[in-house]
């Protein structure tokens, strides 16, 4: 079972939009417009990111009571570093994954890039400031991954996991040139 959908509120749709569906790819599929149970009304996007089942959506927000000046970053809304609250988005090969960090780089967004051991990740931010995931599954699972991973609920000792295997962060075009 996966999920149907994350919602997220929008600072700026507009912006949102040309990220999600410009650069991303996602499609705009749908749009629910209406009265807010609290006062307000707001605009509810639906991105289509793989099928009919599969979708970010964003909230664009009038006159809703609180949505003035709302921190639309989920780690620093909570007070926690960006990396803790994420977006990942899973790819289907390396190739997926390669062409993917080309488009954030040509759309002029900086890429750090992760060699988890068991996955590969590249990472940017997006109009929101929250950071943004691709991640490739590289390893697979054994039944002693399960046992430590089940251990590690009740340990008081953490046993740190390997570091990972490489991190190279990419500067877009048009900032390396700049810096």
């Given at each position: 079972m996966g999920y149907h959908h994350l919602a997220l509120a929008a600072k700026d749709i507009r912006k949102i939009h040309a990220f999600y569906e410009g650069i991303l790819g996602f499609e705009l599929m749908k749009v629910e417009v209406g009265p807010s149970p609290?006062?307000?009304?707001?605009?509810?996007?639906?991105?289509?990111?793989?099928?009919?089942?599969?979708?970010?959506?964003f909230w664009d927000m009038h006159d809703i009571p609180g949505?003035?000046?709302?921190?639309?970053?989920?780690?620093k809304a909570a007070g926690l570093p960006d990396h803790i609250n994420h977006i990942s988005f899973d790819v289907k090969d390396k190739a997926d994954l390669d062409r993917r960090r080309q488009q954030w780089l040509d759309a002029g967004l900086d890429v750090m890039e992760v060699d988890h051991n068991w996955c590969h990740s590249i990472y940017t931010k997006d109009p929101n400031d929250n950071l943004v995931e691709f991640c490739l599954t590289t390893g697979s699972f054994s039944e002693k991954d399960r046992q430590t991973a089940l251990a590690e609920l009740e340990t008081a000792k953490p046993n740190f996991s390997k570091p990972p295997a490489s991190m190279e962060v990419h500067k877009a075009p048009s900032k390396a040139s700049a810096g």
């Open positions: 609290g006062g307000g009304w707001a605009k509810h996007f639906f991105y289509r990111m793989e099928d009919d089942s599969k979708f970010i959506a949505s003035d000046g709302f921190e639309p970053n989920i780690s």
